[in-house]
């Protein structure tokens, strides 16, 4: 089965189909996401921030150059902000608005 088949098998049972996952600390997450985790689960995005810094700590001692979970060449906390939510009655979790409640 490929993703495209779990997903059509879990809308048929009536679940929520599942985004696609990754580890928290992906360093190939778009900045989106980071700045989502750190909105709704400030408790791991502090994880990744704490992971960055052990990394670099070690990094440091050993002589290396330091690296980044972005592509922004800066420590997490820096690079990402918040991510701002939707207002109360629009959306759902992808983001996307269909209720028609702004009449457009």
């Known amino acids: 089965m490929r993703r495209?088949?779990?997903?059509?098998?879990?809308?048929a049972?009536?679940?929520?189909?599942?985004?696609?996952?990754?580890?928290?600390?992906?360093?190939?997450?778009?900045?989106q996401r980071w700045a989502e985790m750190r909105r709704d689960r400030g408790r791991l995005f502090r994880e990744a921030c704490a992971l960055e810094n052990l990394l670099n700590a070690r990094r440091r001692s050993l002589g290396r150059?330091?690296?980044?979970?972005?592509r922004f060449n800066m420590p997490l906390d820096h690079a990402?902000?918040?991510?701002?939510?939707?207002?109360?009655?629009?959306?759902?979790?992808?983001?996307?608005?269909?209720?028609?409640?702004?009449?457009?």
Do not use: Y
């Open 65 to 70: 150059d330091p690296v980044w979970l972005t």
């Open 13 to 31: 049972a009536g679940l929520p189909v599942p985004p696609k996952s990754a580890c928290w600390f992906c360093p190939l997450k778009p900045a």
């Open 4 to 11: 495209h088949d779990c997903e059509r098998v879990i809308a």
């Open 80 to 104: 990402v902000q918040v991510a701002q939510g939707m207002l109360p009655g629009f959306g759902d979790d992808d983001g996307t608005c269909d209720n028609g409640a702004c009449f457009t």
